[in-house]
T-cell receptor, first 108, second 113 residues
């Protein structure tokens, strides 16, 4: 089955700086890569996704890049704000295999 | 436009009992997937229903079963509950089977005593 590794497990960033979270996957046939944000006690919320025919996708302060050859994709958050503090999960394919999560803390 | 709704929000059971969790998909969605999320971990895929049939299944025992109704709502049943079944059970809905965005409900928190 698919194996998804996510790094780092925790990340602290000064407000206004950028944050980068990386995931690697094992199945070269994987073709859909969403990112979810989960605040404490709440549902995972889809924040951005990318398909394998695209190398990069951006939505305001959030971007995702995909390297199919190396089988990794990354979430980039620029100009971080306190409300960006949450756990972020990457996932792979329609039968979503999730990464282990990154707890992002924005330091005011 | 109603999002994904799940019931109940919390449930307490004892070992050996059986439980049924319910999910109504987001309006316009026809596919329902179920996930188990243990504390501090990412969601683990249980199974997916489309056109009232189980289409894909994760690495969960047969104690976990489900059903999808003609109105696209779904149930997750767990028999012979174990302490390790304590978790947040999340339902996600999407349109069709081909890599469409999945939207999650708030989940059912199941505690096994």
């Amino acid at each position: 089955g698919e194996n998804v590794e996510q790094h780092p497990s925790t990340l602290s960033v000064q407000e206004g700086d950028s944050a980068v979270i990386k995931c690697t996957y094992s199945d070269s046939a994987s073709n859909y890569f969403p990112w979810y944000k989960q605040e404490l006690g709440k549902r995972p919320q889809l924040i951005i996704d990318i398909r394998s025919n695209v190398g990069e996708k951006k939505d305001q302060r959030i971007a995702v890049t995909l390297n199919k050859t190396a089988k990794h994709f990354s979430l980039h958050i620029t100009e971080t704000q306190p409300e960006d503090s949450a756990v972020y999960f990457c996932a792979v394919r329609e039968k979503l295999t999730f990464g282990t999560g990154t707890r992002l803390t924005i330091i005011p | 436009d109603a999002g994904v709704t799940q019931s109940p929000t919390h449930l307490i059971k004892t070992r050996g009992q059986q439980v049924t969790l319910r999910c109504s998909p987001k309006s316009g969605h026809d596919t329902v997937s179920w996930y188990q999320q243990a504390l501090g971990q990412g969601p683990q895929f249980i199974f997916q229903y489309y056109e009232e049939e189980e289409r894909q299944r994760g690495n969960f025992p047969d104690r976990f079963s489900g059903h999808q109704f003609p109105n696209y709502s779904s149930e997750l049943n767990v028999n012979a509950l174990l302490l390790g079944d304590s978790a947040l059970y999340l339902c996600a809905s999407s349109l069709g089977l081909s890599n469409q965005p999945q939207h999650f409900g708030d989940g059912t928190r199941l505690s096994i005593l």
